[in-house]
């Protein structure tokens, strides 16, 4: 489920900028990236998670902030296919660029002392502590979230973007500034799940586009522009891997050797969620929770 | 009455917490030209893409040649006779009025799953294509890039393409949209001649235009039909003077 | 019946093709027989971007997972060139398809398999429009590249050796000449059908369906059905590609069908000239010589590649090709 969480993290941000700014951002991938490799140089420098972790939150929106303003602004008017190429130059001289900086091997993050116990929530059943973290986290974020976009007047120029941006400009509201802060959040919040990911996935270049496609994935799922088809797209999708990697094999073993069920099973899974979204989009082209109609 | 060409009936249509069509009633007869009038927000353009097919209504039926079409997709709807014209000209900007226009006969000209044979010199597409840019006056601009034509011309063309489809009904949305004086004397003239020969359904906001043209008008507010009748009758009803007439300025009577 | 009108374009293209007709020859001539093979792979990616340009640049569709079929195509060549050595079937129920090392026979199946690939995730893909499109042809792609890595029989992620190229029939192929005189043949073959094909009444519902697909359907045109057959031809075309590709490397692997590969060829194509056609045959041309320039100077080779990729989508849209020669079909 730690899987979710990440993926609605990276989901919010992703559907936040496409409601808002109407732009397709294939780096949002690198973002996560930047947010891993940051977490992960300061708690070498430190030997503390917690403060990679809070060095890696400001850094990553900051770099986001900078892509923003030097590259993607020029893109808000463009067609989504100019987005769609100029992001991928994006993702091409960002991966590198991090590989001439922190060379090419994968750089070595621990989960924190404090959390690599387990919790036993369900006697008996002892979960790592720090994947219950993470979970946490998520909940907290989302909670955070709904409270930002329906109960603040930032929220509000948030939802009003999103369903008509030429009026909000209209308004006298600085649409720039708008923009970029919410570029930043989106950051942020890759930022965020990149560094929780660190300890768990490895970090290195290139971890960001295969986050990136099962964040559409997400977005496809739940609907374009609407925080809560992110997070209905995220925990169907987290839940549809789990039960994939947990009973695939086991099903196809009911068919065939055990041997061939592993290796058919294990591909099988990491098929799964494309096979669901596929049936998904079957039934419904615009996702289960569009913002617009 | 004779047979309608299309009969409207209880049409509904919901957004969010917007009732744009609230039981629409309408009855077009062949061979008339019929104008919908409203204020602004009537709905008028939301009953025309139901009518066409671009929206699906959330109630009530559509009957067309005596066919049910209200869940009938756009195209069919094209097929059975029925052309389209849109408010802000929806034509091919980078393509030729004549590619436009042979577009639109190409349409109606059998499947289009042909690939081998240049379509651009094509004269069982293109000469039917200028004569009817001949009818709406448009032939010596046939060669020019769409999005070359001033507005007027557009219109024009907007109105063409839909003529090449040989309709049974034409619904006009705003053929007038933006035109000047000329341009909209032109457009009137033409939309004369065309009188009996194909049925019309037209929104307009030129009630100059409306008075002169229409057999029938239909007086839409809030989404419902509060008024059919003849232009004169309209002219004299209270209620449609009240809803609309009452706020029109330069409607000459 | 051939209207001859020398402008420049036509002069540049003649040349081209004089150039390219007699590379082989100059090559072996200045004893540098690495251009045969190279430009081999030039015309190979000349197919598979002109390929994608018919559903990019004529039908306004972005499909960032072109390269499945471009994999899919190699695998067929490479399975039943495995088979084929063992002498083996690749299945035996419910027909019984032996090996077979003979392009006659695996490059159709690598068109029609492709085909047949293209119109089940077209299907469901072509429901959809604009940014959902693309999310989901990419989604598409990670799953195809997913399940080759899982063919352990075919090598998973290490790939699969050809234990040489495909013979034509009863005529060998091995030498880089008569490889290469392959592939020119059938690059130009397609491009002629191509051509056609975008000028043709189908072709110009297809371009109707990119700029104004309400205006098309309220004409009367089904036009699902329109870009999806674009969108099959455009896959049968990767196929073929990838047929040609197997043989050039003599190898084929799932990273052929990474998502990657798919934005390499959309580079190719908007380098070239989105909707030109011929212009992104160029554009694979350039990005290939581009990559093996910048790669002799560094091997960071990726972070120049995606500047000037940034820069030329910023300033230079019509790609080199389509700013020199053509208005292109547009944006």
Excluded at chain 1, 261 to 288: C, N, T, V
């Amino acid at each position: 489920m730690q899987l979710g969480v990440m993926l609605f993290l990276m989901a919010s941000g992703l559907t936040l900028v496409f409601g808002i700014m109407d732009l397709i951002n294939l780096a949002h991938g690198s973002l996560f990236m930047v947010g891993a490799y940051l977490c992960a140089t300061v708690y070498q420098m430190t030997g503390s998670f917690g403060i990679g972790l809070m060095a890696a939150l400001p850094g990553t929106a900051l770099v986001g902030i900078l892509i923003e303003t030097v590259a993607l602004r020029k893109l808000y008017a463009r067609s989504h296919l100019d987005q769609v190429l100029a992001t991928y130059g994006l993702i091409l001289f960002l991966n590198e660029l991090t590989k001439i900086l922190w060379g090419p091997r994968a750089l070595f993050l621990d989960v924190p002392g404090v959390l690599s116990g387990t919790v036993e929530i369900i006697p008996g059943m002892p979960y790592p502590a720090f994947r219950l973290a993470i979970i946490i986290v998520g909940i907290i974020v989302a909670i955070g979230l709904y409270f930002l976009i329906a109960r603040t007047r930032i929220g509000m120029l948030i939802r009003a973007s999103a369903t008509n941006r030429e009026i909000v400009g209209a308004l006298g509201v600085n649409v720039k500034l708008l923009y970029t802060l919410v570029f930043g959040l989106g950051a942020l919040l890759a930022g965020l799940a990149g560094a929780m990911a660190g300890p768990l996935l490895a970090v290195e270049v290139g971890m960001g586009e295969d986050i990136l496609i099962l964040t559409f994935v997400v977005i496809v799922i739940g609907g374009i522009g609407s925080i809560r088809g992110a997070l209905v797209g995220s925990i169907l999708v987290g839940v549809i891997d789990t039960l994939g990697r947990a009973f695939m094999p086991t099903i196809f073993k009911l068919f065939m050797n055990p041997a061939a069920a592993d290796g058919i099973g294990a591909s099988l899974s990491s098929m799964s969620i494309y096979i669901f979204m596929a049936i998904i989009l079957a039934w419904k082209p615009k996702g289960l929770l569009p913002a617009h109609a | 009455m004779t047979e309608p060409l299309m009969s409207v009936r209880n049409l509904e249509k919901t957004f969010g917490a917007l009732k744009a069509t609230d039981g629409l009633y309408l009855d077009i007869a062949p061979h008339e030209i019929h104008a919908m009038i409203g204020p602004n927000g009537a709905g008028k353009t939301t009953a025309i893409r139901q009518f066409s097919g671009e929206y699906l209504p959330d109630g009530g039926t559509i009957h067309f040649k005596g066919q049910n079409i209200t869940h009938l997709p756009m195209h069919k709807r094209a097929h059975l006779g029925m052309a389209r014209s849109f408010q802000v000209s929806s034509i091919f900007l980078t393509f030729t009025a004549e590619d436009n226009v042979a577009m639109a006969i190409q349409a109606h000209d059998g499947h289009s799953f042909r690939f081998w044979k240049p379509a651009r010199t094509d004269q069982s597409l293109r000469n039917p294509a200028r004569k009817v840019l001949e009818k709406v006056g448009l032939l010596h601009r046939a060669d020019i890039a769409a999005e070359n034509l001033s507005h007027g011309e557009q219109r024009q063309l907007e109105l063409a393409m839909a003529l090449a489809t040989k309709p049974s009904l034409l619904v006009l949305d705003e053929p007038m949209a933006g035109m000047g004086l000329e341009d909209s004397r032109q457009m009137l003239t033409l939309l004369k001649s065309l009188k009996g020969q194909v049925t019309i359904l037209m929104v307009e906001h030129d009630m100059d235009a409306v008075f002169k043209l229409a057999d029938r008008i239909t007086v839409l507010v809030y989404g419902q039909a509060i008024a059919t009748d003849t232009p004169e009758i309209i002219q004299n009803d209270p209620d449609v003077k009240a809803a609309y007439l009452g706020e029109e300025k330069t409607c000459s009577m | 019946m051939l209207k001859l009108n020398m402008t420049s374009k036509n002069w540049f293209l003649l040349i081209t093709f004089i150039f390219l007709a007699a590379l082989p020859f100059v090559a072996t001539a200045l004893d540098e027989t690495f251009y045969i093979g190279f430009f081999s792979r030039i015309l190979i990616y000349g197919i598979a971007a002109v390929s994608l340009d018919l559903i990019l640049g004529y039908g306004g569709m972005v499909s960032f997972g072109h390269a499945i079929y471009l994999g899919a195509g190699a695998y067929v060549v490479g399975i039943l060139a495995y088979h084929g050595v063992e002498g083996s079937a690749f299945i035996n129920w419910p027909i019984s398809i032996m090996g077979t090392e003979n392009a006659l026979v695996s490059w159709p199946l690598s068109i029609l398999v492709s085909a047949l690939l293209a119109l089940a995730i077209g299907a469901i893909s072509l429901r959809t429009t604009g940014v959902y499109f693309i999310m989901i042809t990419l989604a598409f792609a990670q799953m195809m590249y997913f399940f080759f890595t899982s063919l352990e029989k075919y090598g998973g992620d290490d790939g699969l050796s050809l234990f040489s190229k495909n013979r034509v029939g009863g005529l060998e192929m091995n030498s880089d000449i008569s490889f290469y005189y392959v592939c020119f043949g059938l690059f130009l073959g397609f491009l002629i059908l191509c051509y056609r094909l975008v000028n043709s009444r189908f072709g110009l519902v297809v371009q109707g369906s990119k700029e104004n697909d309400i205006r098309m359907q309220a004409l009367g045109f089904e036009t699902y059905r329109y870009r999806l057959t674009c969108f099959v031809i455009a896959g049968a075309g990767a196929g073929l590609a990838g047929a040609l590709m197997a043989n050039q490397t003599e190898f084929v692997s799932p990273s052929l069908l990474h998502w990657g590969v798919s934005g390499e060829i959309m580079v190719m194509v908007i380098l070239g000239g989105v909707g030109t056609l011929v212009g992104p045959a160029f554009g694979a041309a350039a990005l290939l010589i581009l990559e093996e320039i910048l790669a002799h100077y560094t091997e960071h080779w990726m972070l120049f590649l995606g500047l000037i990729l940034i820069f030329v989508v910023l300033f230079a849209r019509r790609g080199l090709y389509g700013s020199i020669f053509e208005r292109g079909a547009g944006k």
